[in-house]
T-cell receptor, first 112, second 113 residues
Framework: NAGVTQTPKFQVLKTGQSMTLQCAQD?????MSWYRQDPGMGLRLIHY???????DQGEVPNGYNVSRSTTEDFPLRLLSAAPSQTSVYFC???????????FGSGTRLTVV | RKEVEQDPGPFNVPEGATVAFNCTYS??????FFWYRQDCRKEPKLLMS???SGNEDGRFTAQLNRASQYISLLIRDSKLSDSATYLC??????????????FGKGTHLIIQP
């Protein structure tokens, strides 16, 4: 099993560019979520989904969009990249919210 | 008040010692509790879930006190490989289901030979 796969692993963007961070899981998990990790801030929830077609905002949703058209995929879109979005992004999935989440290996994004 | 608070450390502990971490959470709607381990520049990995009855996994023991909104992790006979950042994590629920995880900033543990 691949678990949770995130692509790309590294990305450099210019301010104002848009891009999509990909996240896919092969464990048939209903719950998926995106987090960003910044030094001194810990991991913060961006968006989450409790199943295909259902998404909601987390703590820091501004500047990001998500959609969940399939159980397997939960892409995160940066609409117009800003230097403040320089961070490490983690995608995670869980069978239900009661169980621990499995994390992908992360995407390191730099916006210049 | 932060939702999940932890002492950032670092905790410098000799190999073989016992070390304990604590964490407090502020949201009484929190319903699931976890300890995660994160190595430098890696993704968080689930160490163990935490239950009110207390639970043990080898050298690791976790405890939840819902009345005090307090979570603990005890590591016995610490190994060099236990050096990492330990994240206290809670999952709260609203009417629609689980709302995603809320993380503490982590406690940095260094095991010294």
């Amino acid at each position: 099993n691949a678990g949770v796969t995130q692509t790309p692993k590294f990305q450099v963007l210019k301010t104002g560019q848009s891009m999509t961070l990909q996240c896919a899981q092969d464990m048939n998990h209903e719950y998926m979520s995106w987090y960003r990790q910044d030094p001194g801030m810990g991991l913060r929830l961006i968006h989450y989904s409790v199943g295909a077609g259902i998404t909601d905002q987390g703590e820091v949703p501004n500047g990001y969009n998500v959609s969940r058209s399939t159980t397997e995929d939960f892409p995160l879109r940066l609409l117009s990249a800003a230097p403040s979005q320089t961070s490490v992004y983690f995608c995670a999935s869980s069978f239900t919210g009661n169980y621990g989440y499995t994390f992908g290996s992360g995407t390191r994004l730099t916006v210049v | 008040r932060k939702e999940v608070e932890q002492d950032p450390g670092p905790f410098n502990v000799p190999e073989g010692a016992t070390v304990a971490f604590n964490c407090t959470y502020s949201n009484s709607a929190s319903q699931s509790f976890f300890w995660y381990r994160q190595d430098c520049r890696k993704e968080p990995k689930l160490l163990m879930s935490v239950y009110s009855s207390g639970n043990e996994d080898g050298r690791f023991t976790a405890q939840l006190n819902r009345a005090s909104q307090y979570i603990s992790l005890l590591i016995r006979d610490s190994k060099l490989s236990d050096s990492a950042t330990y994240l206290c994590v809670v999952n709260k629920y609203s009417g629609g289901g689980a709302d995603g995880l809320t993380f503490g900033k982590g406690t940095h543990l260094i095991i010294q030979p």
